[in-house]
């Protein structure tokens, strides 16, 4: 299974002597709530890699409806189904994106065979500590290699649009909002501030020209898990 998670790894080595104190001085106040956040927060930064992206696990925290114990909590429920993923041979070639909200876990990409994708499935359900798992794994279409890359550039493209509409849409924090393209098929992504929120992301990504149709699988904070500070808008 392909990945960006092992290239981030090797970015990262000498991370704290490369990204800066404001990385050093946040890593401080989380290792202060507990070593299990301390850990997601080592596994946030080799996930998204050292450049211009480095502060941003930490904004999408600042700005999450979930409480710092659910966000790291999660993002070790990620890894580990990431790892059971790429860990099947049957995957080699598949590009998977695993997701984790409140130990529900989703996975989103293109698999060869209705087959492969139930087992797909059944691989992420094997994942300890996750309620349950969902995932959009339509068959890839067969088609010559220039169509394919044509396509994938299409996508990236509308994912690009989608996003910079949901940054405009009344009520939504974008930075909540996960965006996957497949094929002009968008699937929406996060834990949102209410059915408003949800209502108003959806209609931002079905507005975009070239999108197909919208799977929205954007859920609302449930109790145990929520943040107990004051929250963006």
Known sequence: ?????????????????????????????????????????????????????KYKAMVEAAQSELSPRAIAHD?????????ALVAEQGF????????????????????????QGEAVLNTARHVSGLRSVEGYLPVKEA?????????????????????????LAPGVVKSRVHVEVLEGHVVLLGVVSGDEERRNAESAAAGVEG??????????????????????R
């Open 143 to 167: 088609s010559p290699d220039d169509n394919a890359v044509s396509n994938k550039a299409a996508d990236v493209s509308l994912k690009a649009q989608i996003q910079a509409a949901l940054a």
């Open 211 to 232: 999108v197909k149709n919208v799977m929205n699988w954007l859920v609302l904070p449930e109790a145990g898990y929520m943040s107990i500070r004051a929250k963006t």
């Open 1 to 53: 299974m392909k990945s960006d998670f092992h290239t981030g790894m090797q970015d990262c080595r000498g991370t704290w002597g490369t990204c800066g104190a404001g990385v050093r001085s946040w890593s401080a106040v989380l290792r202060a709530q507990g070593p299990v956040i301390a850990s997601a927060a080592l596994i946030l930064l080799a996930s998204t890699g050292c450049g211009g992206a």
């Open 92 to 115: 080699s070639g598949l590009t998977l994106s695993p997701y984790v909200f409140m130990e529900r876990g989703y996975v989103v990409g293109h698999v060869d065979s209705k087959e």
């Open 75 to 83: 993002d070790v429920h990620k890894l580990h189904m990431h790892e």
